[in-house]
């Protein structure tokens, strides 16, 4: 929601993103899925970006997306980010919204309180910054695997992994569900087939299996979402419009509309109009078909009977900023499912894209001092408790 200079410095904004890090272990240890730095875009243009972006699933129906602006500085001015991050809320249609400010004036609290946002003040931050739990953590920050990603893509002299990657984050800001699950699943096919194809424990091997992990993670958290519009139905009409939903994206019925509008237009103009329609028509369901979308469909109705397929999301994203990347192999189970069922609906062999990274040959990291202690999603993180309105 901030624009931060390339350049950081203590003046310029690195205090903002250790924050920015401490703010999202605590969101991840209270059981969140959590996305750091989502940018919104829009016709190809960077709008603004969101410093945290949240997706809580509590029940079978019930599903939450929160945004949190985070301004950690002499000068917050948290009344205009309340304003602002209410604005965005409603402009990309989330559920709730939070602010972490290092300002300490009670009456923004009691206003955010009144407006239903989620209000972490100075005295809440300076708690969590004393909270070894998280801030000594055995993760890379955003800015370690951003500069991982810098070192491969300027050995290949582009920017393509670094866009990519954005991509798929930028995807859960504004169309989160079914769209977004589709671009993740797109990111995964290209990051785990430059994988297979680095040579095996090399540092472009453990950035393409971080990545492919976290794309997984995004797909399998807007499944998860897309999933809850037809929680209560029927085992087969589930399976069906999971199906459609990969097929298609967001909106199955308006893609066969548009192209019955195709075919007609084809049978009256064009020469031939009729039968080059027929062709049209048929080579477009051949080409559906054949798309392995029940398969992967099958895996998500079952995961998502409880929350399964939620926690693989965060495990996932565990996996993709460990310290210690672990292999496909080490997985958590559920994890392990649904990437694998990634991988085959995007024809990437499993055994080949394992044997890629594995950890019995790790590259060291960017973060070489982090502390060995795990804080994975199953891990026991002590937090303080939230309600709909502050840090308790």
């Known amino acids: 929601m901030s624009s ?61 997306r929160i945004i949190i602006d985070i301004k950690d500085n002499a000068q917050p001015k948290a009344a205009e980010r309340l304003f602002f991050v209410k604005g965005l809320a409603e402009l990309i249609q989330v559920e709730a919204t939070g602010i972490a400010t290092s300002d300490t004036r009670r009456s923004l609290r009691e206003l955010a309180r009144k407006h239903n946002v989620l209000w972490i003040d100075n005295a809440d931050l300076q708690r969590l910054k004393s909270s070894q739990r998280l801030t000594v953590s055995s993760r890379l920050s955003d800015e370690d695997l951003g500069e991982l990603i810098a070192k491969v893509d300027t050995s290949r002299s582009s920017k393509n992994v670094r866009d990519i990657f954005a991509s798929v984050k930028s995807a859960v800001a504004d169309r989160f569900g079914p769209s977004c699950a589709n671009t993740a699943i797109d990111g995964a096919q290209y990051f785990a087939k430059m994988c297979v194809e680095a040579h095996p424990g090399s540092l472009p091997a453990q950035v393409f299996t971080r990545l492919t992990y976290f794309s997984a ?10 999933s809850g519009e037809s929680a209560l139905r029927p085992h087969h009409d589930r399976l069906a419009n999971l199906t459609d939903a990969i097929r298609f994206g967001d909106d199955p019925k308006g893609t066969v509309e ?31 078909k054949s798309v392995p979308a029940e398969s992967l469909a099958e895996i998500v109705v079952k995961m998502t009977n409880s ?42 062999n499993r055994v080949v894209f394992s044997q890629s990274w594995n950890l019995d040959n790790p590259i060291p990291a960017a973060k070489e001092d982090a502390d060995s202690d795990s804080t994975s999603p199953s891990s026991e993180v002590v937090v303080p408790p939230i309600d709909d309105g502050k840090l308790l």
Not at 260 to 287: S, V
Not at 326 to 342: N, R, T, W
């Open 4 to 64: 931060k200079p390339a350049n950081v410095s203590k003046k310029t904004g690195k205090k903002g993103f250790e924050t920015e890090e401490i703010v999202r272990s605590y969101f991840l240890g209270a059981g969140f899925f959590v996305v750091r730095g989502v940018k919104l875009r829009h016709g190809g243009d960077e709008l603004t970006d969101i410093d945290l972006w949240l997706y809580e699933r509590s029940a079978t129906l019930a599903r939450r």
């Open 258 to 288: 548009k192209l019955r509008w195709a075919e007609a237009a084809i049978r009256d103009y064009a020469p031939n109009g009729a039968g080059l329609a027929e062709i049209i028509h048929t080579r477009f369901n051949d080409a559906l």
């Open 307 to 348: 929350e399964r397929l939620f926690n693989a999301a965060r495990d996932l994203e565990q996996a993709a900023f460990l310290t210690d990347c672990p292999s496909f192999d080490d997985l958590p189970i559920d994890a392990k499912s649904f990437l694998g069922a990634v991988l085959d609906f995007i024809a990437i």
């Open 217 to 226: 993670a995004i797909a399998a958290a807007a499944l998860d979402f897309t």
